[in-house]
């Protein structure tokens, strides 16, 4: 992998799914899609609601929460690199993002929301009573037939708990093993952040506690635990 496949700027690791309609990592397919069937045939529509996402999109994503475009949710303060770590809570960097790979998704139920319901992915949706509760438990209990994961399982003091969000794992642990903490300075230098002042004199300590520091799995024992 290089730099540019690695932080989001280019998809040329990637391959159209007629049979998903994303962009994906190819090795990836065959497993989403038998995830896809499996959850058919026990009653769940499963749908992609964010697969590959580039470095402009999220940038766009990063720079309107830090300018208050959008709301930013999370721990902390709304000031500073106090605001870095609260959007880094729900919002990956820019060029640090696993969905620059497209071997991580965002899932959801269609056939489970309301007519008219707006997705929202919360733990909420996803908690007890919620309206995605009964397929998130069918998915934490399914996913690892598929070498599927959940890289944000619980809260360890930096991104905040995900159900919905699986990660391949023998796929996302290659790209996870070749960025290293020079690429992710990198990516900062080059990237003309919101909040880049605060960024640049973090990077270590963002690397470690909102990249490194994800659930343990059975393709990289070496994650943060």
Known sequence: MNFDQLTGRTRT???WSDKLEIFIHPPVENDL???KNKAWENGFDLQVA???RDFQRQKLIWNEKAQGKRPVLGRGSSV???LAKKILTWSALPGASRHHWGTDFDLYCLNSLPLDY???LTPEEFGPGGVLSSFGKWLQE???DFDFFCPYQEDKGGVLPEPWHLAHGPSSVKFMESYTLPIFEKNLQESDLELSEHLLKNGPKLYKNYFKNIS???WNLNSIS
């Open 118 to 120: 707006k997705l929202k």
């Open 50 to 52: 964010s697969g590959f």
């Open 142 to 144: 399914n996913l690892k």
């Open 33 to 35: 899609v038998g995830l």
């Open 216 to 218: 343990l799995n059975p």
């Open 13 to 15: 690791h990637l391959t």
């Open 80 to 82: 500073g690199f106090d």
